[in-house]
């Protein structure tokens, strides 16, 4: 399959990139979650720089990547445990 060319509005910066036709509408929506973030900050907090909302964003979704992450295989280790006492 060919990469669709799309453009995308992150934080009030259009962005143009390539993705898998599967993979738009995950982007699609991971943008407008970062969006709802960078808004969130930008109304509870004092009048900053642009960027600076747009990093506070992308360490909140870091440390939520990074939690998932662990979440994930913490869920495999169990779940290799249950496979093990189960075969026993």
Known sequence: MSKLNV???????????????????????GVADLN???ASYKKNGPEKEHGYYLALAAIQCAARARQLQRELELLKESDKKLAEALNQ
Do not use: F, M, S
């Open 36 to 38: 709802d973030i960078v």
């Open 7 to 29: 453009t995308l509005n992150v934080a009030d910066i259009p962005v143009r990139i390539k993705v898998e036709p599967q993979d738009e509408g995950y982007i699609r929506n």
